[in-house]
């Protein structure tokens, strides 16, 4: 157990809706990193987000956001939702962001379904 | 443009022997490396990582070893145990927009099947 945890687990919707997926970091970490995993592209960095702010873009679509709230939380919202968007999600967290070594922890992660 | 390969999508082992898995990478930027394991239906778990600065790194049955003339790294399972069946992950510390230094980039991964 990472001490990530992530919510739903699972979830299915139709296209066109709007999701939000929740995240609650290990105790202590301020950073949080979204990652998409796809069959065709792996593991891809979306977002990451240090003490409430933005801190780095990654291959993230303008249809999705996420915000870190003051608690640590972080949601990933996904709207308009196209059928390729169906992947597994992953958030990460680690202690802060040192831009270095500073070891990602992986969440369960939250299976989406588009149909 | 994929900067992180690993080109054996599967590797098959038996057990108690050595266990080498290899990564390529093309951006000269990384200065970081980690693996991870992941098992199905599960995040990934952190196994091990190198600095760009070593060109070796050891904990317990798992050494990762860097040459970064070649932007090759591997990562070595000695002895292979059957729990060590999983796909692994290589991932280097990628620059994104921002200034921010913190987003990984991952391979594909390789599926590893230790056989009894």
């Known amino acids: 157990d990472s001490g990530v945890t992530q919510t739903p687990k699972h979830l299915i919707t139709a296209t066109g809706q709007r999701v939000t997926l929740r995240c609650s970091p290990r105790s202590g970490d301020l950073s949080v990193y979204w990652y998409q995993q796809s069959l065709d592209q792996g593991l891809q960095f979306l977002i990451q987000y240090y003490n409430g702010e933005e801190r780095a873009k990654g291959n993230i679509l303008e249809r999705f956001s996420a915000q870190q709230f003051p608690d640590l939380h972080s949601e990933l919202n996904l709207s308009s939702l196209e059928l390729g968007d169906s992947a597994l999600y992953f958030c990460?967290?680690?202690?802060?962001?040192?831009?270095?070594?500073?070891?990602?922890?992986f969440g369960p992660g939250t299976r989406l379904t588009v149909l | 443009d994929q900067q992180v390969k690993q080109n054996s999508p599967s590797l098959s082992v038996q057990e108690g022997r050595i266990s080498i898995l290899n990564c390529d990478y093309t951006n000269s930027m990384f200065d970081y490396f980690l693996w991870y394991k992941k098992y199905p239906a599960e995040g990934p778990t952190f196994l091990i990582s190198?600095?760009?600065?070593?060109d070796k790194n050891e904990d317990g049955r798992f050494t990762v070893f860097l040459n970064k003339s070649a932007k090759h790294l591997s990562l070595h399972i000695v002895p292979s145990q059957p729990g060590d069946s999983a796909v692994y992950f290589c991932?280097?510390?990628?620059?994104?927009?921002?200034?921010?230094?913190?987003?990984?980039?991952f391979g594909k991964g390789t599926h590893l099947i230790i056989q009894p």
């Open positions: 190198i600095s760009s600065i070593k």
């Open positions: 991932a280097a510390l990628g620059r994104y927009s921002g200034g921010g230094a913190d987003g990984l980039t």
């Open positions: 990460a967290s680690s202690r802060w962001t040192s831009g270095s070594t500073d070891t990602q922890y």
